[in-house]
């Protein structure tokens, strides 16, 4: 019904910046809530932000505060994350999540939706 796409990983140095998008087809975005995650093997998938389908609520993870940002253009299906000061623990393949409510959620489980995964690498 969903199918998500995720684009923007690579690699790069500690400090840089980089931007991920994810598109969504198939539905519309207007009554979705949007969520990202990371996981780094070995490790388990890890909450980064989430995003209310209007865009005017938004969640984060008290690690990612400050130097993540996430944003939706409903007319687009797309919803992005911005990073910055990246640090090499911030390696990990990145995900985006679309759950069928209106809400903000923070739990994996409520996730529907999930995209491919983009890889981002950091070094030192």
């Known amino acids: 019904q969903v199918q998500l796409v995720e684009s923007g990983g690579g690699l790069v140095q500690a400090g840089d910046s980089l931007r991920l998008s994810c598109v969504a087809s198939?539905?519309?975005?207007?009554?979705?809530?949007m969520g990202w995650f990371r996981q780094a093997p070995g490790k388990e998938r890890e909450f980064i932000a989430a995003i209310s389908w209007s865009g005017r609520s938004t969640d984060y993870a008290d690690s990612m505060k400050g130097r993540f940002f996430i944003s939706r253009d409903t007319a687009k299906n797309m919803v992005s994350l911005q990073m910055s000061s990246l640090k090499p623990e911030d390696t990990a393949v990145y995900y985006c999540?679309?759950?069928?409510?209106?809400?903000?959620?923070?739990?994996?489980?409520?996730?529907?939706?999930w995209g491919q995964g983009t890889q981002v690498t950091v070094s030192s």
């Open positions: 999540a679309a759950r069928s409510s209106s809400w903000v959620s923070r739990r994996e489980f409520e996730y529907e939706y």
């Open positions: 198939g539905r519309t975005f207007s009554n979705y809530a």
